[in-house]
């Protein structure tokens, strides 16, 4: 179990980096490097999944809040959401869990608003 929550609050340590192609500063999860995000869904543990989620699920959230455009169709579930974020990682190793997320975003239908 302490090995379970090292691993979790590792995961919630807050990390920040500037996203250039959305403009904003993220932290958490959304840092991590696909790399380092297929390395830790390997593992499959349910809580870390859960931590993944809920940060996928958060910025999402934040996203239709402010959009004009906000995505059109329902959150999806965390399995679909996880097998998304997967495949974009392992087919974008270079990008972060934020770039893999914005490509969701707009799988669902969101867009940015106009500057």
Known sequence: MK?????VLSLAVVTTAHAQDVGVRIAGVGTLSCGEYIE???????????VMVSW?????G?????????????????????S???????????????HATWA?????GGRRNPR
Request: proline residues 8%; hydrophobic residues 30%.
């Open 62 to 82: 934040g996203f239709n809040m402010e959009s004009r455009y906000p995505t059109t169709a329902r959150t999806p579930d965390q399995p679909s959401t996880l």
């Open 56 to 60: 996928v699920w958060g910025y999402m």
């Open 3 to 7: 090995r379970l929550s090292a691993v």
């Open 104 to 108: 969701l975003i707009k799988a669902l």
């Open 84 to 98: 998304y974020i997967d495949k974009h990682c392992r087919d974008n190793p270079l990008d972060n869990v934020m």
């Open 40 to 50: 830790l869904r390997e593992t499959n543990n349910p809580a870390q999944n859960g």
